[in-house]
Nanobody
Framework: QVQLVESGGGLVQAGGSLRLSCAGYGIIFSFSVMGWYRQAPGKQRELVAQIRSNGMTNYTDSVKGRFTISRDNAKNMVNLQMNSLKPEDTAVYYC?????????WGQGTQVTVSS
């Protein structure tokens, strides 16, 4: 049984930092694409950051220069370092892992940025 477990969410003031982590169980992260998505109330889920098996990354424009995605295949983890947080970053953040035809999502972790 595959399970993705996110952690690290919480409440932070604008300008602060949080580090999200996603641990995978029942799946090996190597040769997979991993990403962080977010969904704010009343909005569609959107891609925040993605990292491929070769280490290539891409970010949505609104977080470039502030967020950094990283992966640790040995620990089966993907992380998202979020700096200079803004109130508009408030959302539920989800981890996603895709590997060949497989596609898994975590349960989400709430990030709230107060102004």
């Amino acid at each position: 049984q595959v399970q993705l477990v996110e952690s690290g969410g919480g409440l932070v003031q604008a300008g602060g930092s949080l580090r999200l982590s996603c641990a995978g169980y029942g799946i090996i992260f190597s040769f997979s694409v991993m990403g962080w998505y977010r969904q704010a109330p009343g909005k569609q889920r959107e891609l925040v950051a993605q990292i491929r098996s070769n280490g290539m990354t891409n970010y949505t424009d609104s977080v470039k220069g502030r967020f950094t995605i990283s992966r640790d295949n040995a620990k089966n983890m993907v992380n998202l370092q979020m700096n200079s947080l803004k109130p508009e970053d408030t959302a539920v953040y989800y981890c996603r892992v895709t590997k060949a035809w497989l596609d898994y999502w975590g349960q989400g972790t709430q990030v709230t940025v107060s102004s």
